[in-house]
């Protein structure tokens, strides 16, 4: 099982990105999925979640009202939309997943992460 990010770039200030989440390989079901965050010098944190494969979302407060997280399982497929984009938002996002590969197995997933860059 493969996650990989797409759609970072880099932007200025006020500007938008949609950045993608593709899941492929093995997959038998795709529950939690969720995207988080790391600029440099500091802590991974959460940016946006689903709970579960089609529930509720959570966000950070920090990006309320300005990013959108969707998904379409359909295609195994996770999205976010970044729309007022802030240089505080600079960093490497990255995609999880949690993964069934049979009716039994659940594993946590990551992607290797695409760069966000915000220009002032």
């Known amino acids: 099982v493969q996650l990989v990010e797409s759609g970072g770039g880099l932007v200025q200030a006020g500007g938008s990105l949609r950045l993608s989440c593709a899941a492929s390989g093995s997959i038998f079901s795709i529950n939690a999925m969720g995207w988080y965050r790391q600029a440099p010098g500091k802590q991974r944190e959460l940016v946006a979640t689903f709970t579960s494969r089609g529930g509720s979302t959570n966000y950070a407060d920090s990006v309320k009202g300005r990013f959108t997280i969707s998904r379409d399982n359909a295609k195994n497929t996770m999205y976010l939309q970044m729309n007022s984009l802030k240089p505080e938002d600079s960093a490497m996002y990255y995609c999880?997943?949690?993964?069934?590969?049979?009716?039994?197995?659940?594993?946590?997933?990551w992607g290797q992460g695409t760069q966000v860059t915000v220009s002032s």
């Open positions: 999880t997943a949690d993964i069934q590969v049979s009716p039994s197995y659940e594993y946590n997933y």
